[in-house]
């Protein structure tokens, strides 16, 4: 038997049974020794784990896929109190030298990447977040729709469709 404690104290036969891994969320102390009837118990084998803490990921507002014409206002959520935002608008990773978010801003015509991380002084960055927008001239003409031909309703059996 692996008897084990997470607390600092010496593991005894009394101490938690080793039967799948140990998940730790913080800086721990894992003490672990074996047990076997009719032998001295194993050394006592220790290991700090240290948990870097990570900031959390930043939410672009509107989602990925949005359209607009004219002009798209932006806005970035940082759910890791104390973290800086940073962002780009080109696709690219940001990095603690991109641009700092300080409010919405508006993306002009165009197809842009915006992406966004959290960076928080003693911890690992934030995942990223990454959203698509496209971004039409308010002075261009519309396409005009596709026409489907027949029209829907009810057939029976089967049917061809042009578009």
């Given amino acids: 038997e692996i008897r084990y404690t997470t607390d600092g104290s010496t593991p005894s036969q009394s101490s938690a049974l080793f039967a799948e891994p140990i998940v730790l969320d913080q800086t721990t102390t894992v003490k672990a020794r074996i047990y076997l009837e009719g ?18 990921k930043p939410e672009i507002s509107p989602v990925s896929g949005s359209e607009a014409t004219g002009s798209l206002e932006v ?13 780009t608008t080109n696709g690219a990773e ?35 977040a990454s959203a698509d927008f496209t971004v039409y001239s308010e002075n261009l003409a519309q396409v005009e729709a596709p026409v489907l031909d027949p029209n829907g309703g009810n057939h029976t059996g089967t049917i061809s469709v042009t578009i």
């Fill in 94 to 128: 940001p990095t603690t030298y991109s641009t700092a978010y300080a409010g919405p801003y508006s993306l002009g015509v165009g197809q842009h990447t915006v992406k966004a991380k959290a960076f928080l002084a003693g911890a690992n960055p934030s995942e990223t």
């Fill in 75 to 87: 806005s970035i959520e940082n759910p890791t109190v104390g973290a800086v935002l940073r962002y």
């Fill in 39 to 56: 032998y001295t118990p194993s050394d006592v084998v220790e290991k700090l784990f240290t948990i870097i803490p990570q900031a959390g």
